[in-house]
């Protein structure tokens, strides 16, 4: 950064129709790393990026600005050197030729070194333009090339953006930056809070922009506006001797809908909290952005915060208005929650025949036979005891879909399976697993709490993979409308966070054989694809909890299947690259992996053609590790010790390569030599492909 009297703040607002709360946060992100793009492009000096927002601004203010462009320098590389000057050493008309097209002296031509030999080149110097000149360009650009979920149009201007935009506030140094952006030119005005501070504001800095937005009832700042939000919820909850529920992703979603936020608190009837709190809470939050309110305990009271966009002039109207719009919610649940209690849950499963689950797959009464069929696949393989409640809870998991409630409150399927399991008289660990066969639902969601809960959700997750794989529903970079990815981590996280050894091969095979009906592909390749599917799944994962690459690529390369069993390879493999003795061994292995790759052996090790000391002494060194390395990796493996083993082998190997020629020209001595290497590397190669490690 330059000097003090070389830099200037930047303030830049983009004033606008309420824009979703979900876009903005992403928008503020990509709105900062933009202008520093741009910047950066245009050798424009700054620091102190910040970004602030609301439903009706998007605001950008760097605290300093270099006032200039960097100068730049700038080789020009002309014709080759033999081109340019004769023999004598005289300029030719191609180098005169070449100064001119460069506006520079003749003398003050280079012969620099290229990777094409010796040509001349130009240095020419590029004064920087000042950067008020440059940011009417800058700025623009900027603005238009925030993406979006979503972009509209409107009226006949040629502009896409999240929502109209109304105004455009841009200062550089307190002075305004012209440019214009469809029909909106910009300058040194804003507005304040729609309905309580509609006036244009004037401002000069970033200092008076955030003091006049205050007084015009609009709080820029998310952290500021949050930590109020937060701070009045607290004081309306203890109002009525409560508490409200947190949800951070409600949190988030209120902050970007409001400018100014008010919170209060209303009531609903007592009767209402006969409805199972799930219900109760969804009905809140889901449609409403409403907080419920508990007690020490955790248990519901009848009461809600919410906050409004506004200073009401009469609270108790407002509060009233939002009770009639919950009380109205509630009774429609209430309704649905009695009318669905007249039919047992388990009649309601016939219902599912009716119920597309995919126009290829079949109906959602299908799947849960596939899926049960393979949860009791799962079932033996991890205890055998769980079978009745496996199949039972499989039978019923997918029965709530046909009911009012779910019909009414979508995401409610499974909560609300397991609260009519409940009242059915369903075991209780039967209605526990209709709920948690659905978890994990998200990137970092909790796991089923037990075992029923995990199989069946492995079930249902791979029947949905391999289906789709099975009709072509593959997923692309943008596009995978079932939630494939997310389903196969969940898969991979149970698995290996609950410790079962199971076959992934066997999974997708058992999966197959029951959707076999259904296939449009050859099965062979569903099943190399998803099994690669879940490769790269797992990978990704590993790479986000720092692991090495390298250690991540030696042991998958070797085999990917039971998952646990990978995993421990991987732990065992990273722990020994602190070993002293790793990285001579790997590269030694290198070497032998390298020759075999030339020279594969022919025949098998001969002991009587072994002729020189150091390969005896290799031999038997193998011999005494292999055994100890079987030992090691039988029954339950221990990959520590089996690693630390075979790095006893680095002296012989080093002894060997140092004092035996591989590749004589005896060839039954070669290919005894290229048989002891390719014994050794299959030993290395039973936990990992040593030659991948860096």
């Keep these: 950064m330059k000097g003090r009297s070389e830099i200037k703040e930047l303030l830049l607002e983009i004033g606008t129709e309420e824009i979703p709360a979900g876009f903005v946060p992403q928008a503020l992100n990509d709105f900062a ?61 191609a180098a005169i030729g070449f100064a001119k097209s460069q506006s520079v002296p003749l003398e003050s031509l280079e012969v620099v070194q290229t990777e094409k030999g010796e040509y001349i080149c130009a240095l020419k110097k590029e004064l920087g333009r000042p950067t008020p000149e440059l940011l009417p360009s800058v700025l623009p ?54 309905f309580m501070h509609a006036g244009p504001v004037r401002v000069n800095d970033f200092n008076s922009y955030l003091r006049r937005m205050r007084e015009a009832f609009v709080i820029v700042d998310p952290v500021e506006r949050r930590k109020r939000i937060e701070e009045e919820m607290v004081r309306e909850a203890a109002s009525v001797s409560g508490r409200f529920v947190r949800d951070e992703e409600l949190l988030d979603e209120v902050n970007f809908l409001v400018e100014y936020p008010v919170a209060m608190c209303g009531r609903f009837d007592e009767e209402f909290l006969s409805l199972p709190g799930e219900v109760l809470i969804h009905s809140m939050k889901e449609h409403q952005r409403y907080f419920p309110v508990v007690d020490e305990s ?20 407002v509060i009233k208005g939002n009770e009639r719009v919950l009380k109205a919610r509630l009774s429609d649940a209430a309704y649905f929650f009695r009318e669905d209690l007249k039919v047992p849950l388990e009649k309601r499963v016939e219902e599912l025949k009716h119920v597309v689950f995919q126009a290829k797959l079949g109906t959602s009464y299908e799947k849960m036979t596939r ?81 029923i809960g995990d199989i069946i959700s492995i079930a249902d997750k791979m029947d949905t993979i391999v289906g789709s794989f099975g009709i072509g529903l593959v997923p692309t970079g943008t596009a995978d409308p079932f939630g494939l990815r997310r389903q196969a981590l969940g898969i991979i996280r149970i698995i290996l966070e609950k410790g079962y050894s ?13 959707l076999k009906e259904k296939m449009e592909r050859p099965f062979s390749d569903v099943e190399r694809e998803v099994l690669e599917f879940f490769r790269v799944r797992y990978q990704h994962l590993l790479l986000d909890r720092g692991y090495p690459l390298d250690v991540i690529e030696a042991v998958l390369s070797v085999s990917f299947d039971d998952l646990l069993d990978v995993q421990r390879r991987i732990d065992a ?55 100890s390395v079987t030992s090691y990796l039988s029954n339950d493996p221990i990959y520590d010790a089996a690693i630390r083993e075979m790095l006893r082998l680095k002296e012989p190997i ?19 030599r290229l048989a002891l290497l390719d014994e050794i590397g299959k030993l290395f190669l039973r936990v990992a492909d040593f030659s991948k490690l860096t």
């Design 654 to 672: 080093d002894e060997f390569f140092d004092k035996v020629m591989v590749m004589v020209e005896d060839e039954a001595i070669r290919n005894n």
């Design 371 to 451: 899926f049960r069929q393979l949860a009791l696949f799962i079932c033996e393989r991890i205890d055998p005891g769980l079978r009745s409640s496996v199949e039972r809870a499989s039978f019923l998991c997918k029965a709530d879909l046909v009911t009012g409630m779910v019909g009414e409150f979508p995401k409610l399927q499974g909560i609300v399976g397991r609260e009519y399991a409940r009242l059915s008289g369903e075991r209780p660990e039967v209605a526990e697993a209709i709920y948690e066969h659905y978890l994990p639902g998200f990137a970092g969601d909790r796991l089923p709490s037990g075992p």
């Design 141 to 194: 650009k900027v603005i238009l090339s925030i993406p979006f979920q979503k972009s509209m149009r409107w009226a006949d201007i040629p502009v896409r953006f999240a929502r109209p935009i109304h105004w455009i506030l841009a200062l550089f140094g307190g002075v305004p930056i012209p440019f214009e952006i469809g029909n909106i030119r910009s300058g040194d005005v804003t507005f304040g809070h729609r």
């Design 502 to 514: 199971l076959s992934l091969t066997g999974l997708i095979q058992e999966s197959g054989g029951l």
């Design 33 to 93: 790393s933009l202008i520093q793009r741009e910047l950066e492009a245009n050798r424009i000096d700054f620091d102190g990026v910040k970004t602030l927002g609301t439903p009706r601004r998007l605001v950008l203010y760097i605290q300093s600005v270099s006032e200039r462009q960097r100068d730049e320098e700038i080789r020009r590389i002309g014709p080759p050197k033999r081109a340019a000057f004769d023999s004598k050493g005289n300029p030719t008309q």
């Design 573 to 627: 493999l990273n722990r020994a690259r602190g070993l002293p003795d790793l990285m001579s061994v790997v590269i030694a292995f290198k070497r032998a992996v390298n020759i075999l790759k030339e020279s594969p052996p022919r025949g098998t090790i001969q002991v009587r053609l072994f002729s020189e000391p150091a390969e005896h002494n290799l031999y038997q060194s193998f011999v005494e590790v292999e055994g």
């Design 298 to 317: 955790q248990k519901l009271l009848p009461y809600f915060v919410f906050v409004s966009n506004i200073i009401p002039k009469d609270r108790k109207v």
